[in-house]
């Protein structure tokens, strides 16, 4: 099922060596502008070979738009954006060493013989610059509907971010941090977890984090109960990107351990609008959003490329054997997973609302 | 959206205080032989009105079978079940005092004045019993295919469960827990549990709680990538049940801490399969199954509705004001749903394989 | 597959001898006013049992709401209603002996030995009554929006019916032609029919006819290019009806015949929209509506039930053999399947519009 | 909604005059070895530019695939296939007057002033290709599975092929048909239909025509009853096609000037298969294939670019005015759209089959 969405649906393709990857969006409102230097730095903060924390191989990752586009300006009907694929090194990848983490065994369990296997094939983290793309432009569709969505690295290796005050955030706050090469409020914690990246890097080892993401802007009343709610549609967008293991609203698992008392958020009235002092429920009660910022944390794993002895299968022989993986591989993809985030959070809020 | 599935689809419908609720599945397997004494057992175990922990509302949630059964097997054509709502005390309900950490406000959003807000209407943890029925029948396919689900509750009011070994569970060591009246490994952490339930009650508060729940039996090749992950339909399913707030797969949130070394599942060949020393991926790689249990966890929050005052919104007036929320409410209602976790999963996962 | 539509979504479930049938319809707007008088009116019409044209079994049809509605109005969540089966003698049937135009062979081959056969099961044109209960609640939305749907009976036995003047029709001429017991413009006409229909009572025989159907009031830009299109729409719908085999949309069949310069619709300025002096597109150009009348005809096949020795083949000896259906059988279900055929344009519409 | 289906999914995007078309097909078998002849020559088949019938835009229609495929052989993911244009003059197009028959209208009305009319922009007949690319795709699968998709000219310009047998109908009988450059049973009746095509160009007007198409192979038991049926698989996808009015099968609207006796397909053992005399129901009952030939028709209007003088409306001005259609428009698309058709029906069953 490479297709999200209802209304504002975007269809994915493409391998990590093959010709080239891209999508298809459906539903962008007709007359939209494309501000291509908006997508450009959406797609940088996402796109590799930057810098030493993450991995050698540099793609431009140009999107080229096909369809859907004149002028600039969205004509309201399919549009197809492509990324070519260059700078590929198939000769790094063994065909039968399972590596450990991916998803070499579960593809050719699924897809037999032919899945191309060749830098994890469609399943290869690269397969989220489009979707960067199509949150870029569900991010401008937004903007016209007063919506922001931003993220920050609420920890990683271990080391924790400051925290938002996600009752409070406006969206000028929230840009402030997201905006950043790399995401934190605190630069200070931001610097240690840059030093975690590269000793892990030193050790031939990898590292993961949690990524927070904020919409501030959605009026209440979006989203069904039950199979409709805001957070099944988020969540099942969320799983989408590899390496995601974890998903919480609001206060989430700490919840788990609160009192009703202390969980429910109490509410008051603010103009015409009614607010809740706290945001423990993440601005979404029963499966609808309550004006609040919407607020969900993902946890992403470490890198599972490790140049690390690992123990593991040879599919071809079927047998125990030991992998080592070199190649030129991130040793943390929390930094550059933030904005494929907020671009499944764009699209995950933009199909809800249209 | 009141449906969720492809192949496996489940479409419900009712109130807390209208005349009935239940759901339409379709896609049962013609020819499936409904164990009705386990349908029961099933719906008794989420029923209300057992146990001092929790609601005093008794209803027998007797299901009746309009269609889609001859005889007690499935003839393949969409089943429907329905089950009167008997003992409701629609009085207990004000109109304009919302409820904090409840639906009503969104309700009145999203609805306007129609909104059904007596007992919560369509967002009542009432409407989780057809769930239950599906997934029960849900369960019945699955164990033909030699799938067993269950779950226990992994922590309660800061109580942790003993751990599964979630690598090794088997389907008997899991049905020995889940099959308790009070789903948990250690009785006697139980009892603690039960003794924080209590407390809470007697503080007019609630407690909140973890629910782990395991799928044993599934074969490697099960999902897709991205949009169609198993992590994502699950979730999905999961995000639909009242109260559920977090989600998190075999390691979840932890993995976020670890390094790549020590969350990689390191493989080996057993027989003609492939398994993994470790189930942190919580038996998904790249959102396909991988052949080892599926395992994942569920952040319950606190039962909102408490009898301690809390500050609120009078709707109606639209002034600031106090709420106690007396009536018959559970203290905790993890017990209790941990059935319905099962019988979410089961759904999304026949849904998956059918 | 037993769900149309996404926004306006109805699901059907029940077979002719179960317990009972009924729909779940989802996406109803809240505080719609639902006329019980209209809907009783509408499930009239399609009710069997009311005159010697039609079968003799006779059925109250009368709707049990269970939910989605609160003292007569919407709440805008599922609304399920329920009709019980309580007129049934499924001793006329015999599961061996498969009846020619039925389901009876293609229902064994799908579902195997569990196939509800009864009176064709799941396949009875009874579960249409469910669909008519959808449609006058669709019809009492698009009602509000200033869309009204009515049909006539077009052609039957090979007699027509005077021709409708697609491009002038109002609301009104609709109405008072779709209102009648026996719907067709010439009253004389219809006489002669009605005869035909006698006549083929008479010889153990049946006749089929065509149905035309127009929906006045729907506002140029409706639908989608290519997957989405109203006639997509529409069409997937109407084939859902039992008998139905053939649908065109304006001039339809006709058009094969015309050059483009008498099958396009020359368009004129009226007021601040363009009409078409002709609307031999039926009110659709590119799979959008274009402000005109929505026109399109369904062909229905004769009733297959019939007295006459028909040669088929007994399924549990496969042997050639033959058969007369006995039992209660129309000799035509055109006139009865007039409301199916706007009700089934009502609920397509509706999903359109919403 | 640019997407058709659900387990063989097709997605499609595009303008005549942008950059490129194309679609991306999801739920291809892996390991289906992808034969270039046969879909260049399906290609071909479409292609204008090739005969004095048909528009003298002339485009090499080349398929560029950027996913899903190596070495020829697809991986199971997304497959991508992009078409650039090349020999597009848009200054043939002026904005403002609205081309009876044709989107113009209801595409300003759907999509505003953004949309883009460039040669009927995405509702363009050029949108068709990725249909047949995708569609040639399908036919690969199919062929894999024994079933064959042909089509011919079953009347054009009021003239008469010859009939099919449909109930006796072989694979290599309907392949003999449709594979020739201009389809019919009887060419001598094929060049009465190639003489009424010129001589409609030469009165600057074109003709139509009914295209009927058959499937070969198709086991009994395909399909659902109701929403599911492969009525409404089909006939929602031929409605997708531009041009494509009305559809019918098997005896179609003959049927509703039969009686049941004769409608009826009786039936007869055949082996281990229960067959039928006559194929008046299309192979389908009930919704579900029953083991026959699987027989529909699909009528197609005249083209509606004709430079013969039509009435129309200046929607820059609001006034009436008048239009002749200059340019390289075909007279007749009809013995183009075979192909399409056959396309269409590939891809709808490919994906109830799947």
Do not use: W
Request: hydrophobic share 40%; proline share 4%.
């Amino acid at each position: 099922m490479n297709t999200y969405g209802n209304k504002f649906r975007v269809s994915i393709f493409g391998e990590s060596h093959g010709a080239g990857i891209g999508c298809v969006i459906d539903g962008i409102p007709p007359a939209t502008a494309l501000d291509f230097d908006f997508i450009k730095s959406e797609m940088a903060r996402r796109a590799p070979g930057k810098s030493p924390l993450a991995t050698a191989r540099s793609e431009a990752d140009e999107v080229e738009i096909l369809s859907g586009c004149v002028d600039g300006v969205t004509t309201g009907t399919p549009l197809c954006g492509i990324i070519r694929n260059t700078n590929t090194r198939s000769g790094d990848y063994n065909r039968d060493l399972l590596r450990p983490g991916h998803a070499d065994y579960t593809g050719f369990m699924k897809y037999g013989k032919a899945h191309d296997f060749r830098g994890g094939g469609h399943f290869s983290g690269r397969i989220t610059a489009p979707l960067v793309f199509a949150g870029a432009v569900a991010k401008l569709v937004l903007k016209t509907k007063g919506i922001t969505v931003g993220a920050h690295i609420k920890r990683l290796a271990g080391i924790c971010d400051e925290e938002l005050n996600t009752a409070e955030i406006t969206a000028e706050q929230l840009l402030s941090v997201s905006g950043k090469e790399f995401p934190v409020i605190s630069d200070e914690r931001g610097e240690k977890m840059r030093e975690a990246i590269m000793a892990a890097k030193g050790d031939c080892d990898s590292v993961g984090g949690i990524i927070e993401c904020v919409a501030v802007g959605v009026g209440a009343g979006v989203g069904s109960p039950f199979f409709g709610s805001v957070e099944s549609a988020v969540s099942s967008m969320m799983f989408s990107i590899p390496a995601v293991k974890g998903i919480e609203f609001g206060g989430g698992f700490s919840l788990a351990d609160m009192r009703g008392s202390e969980a429910n958020d109490e509410m008051y009235v603010s103009g015409e609008k009614v607010k809740t002092y706290t945001n423990n429920n993440g601005g979404i009660n029963g499966g609808i959003s309550n004006g609040m910022p919407i607020v969900f944390s993902v946890a992403v794993k470490p890198t599972p490329s490790i140049a690390k002895k690992q123990r593991t299968v040879d599919f071809g022989k079927m047998e125990n054997t030991e992998i080592e993986i070199h190649g030129r591989h991130d040793p943390c993809i929390v930094q550059r997973a933030a904005v494929v985030v907020e671009s499944g959070a764009a699209i995950a809020l933009l199909d809800l609302i249209s």
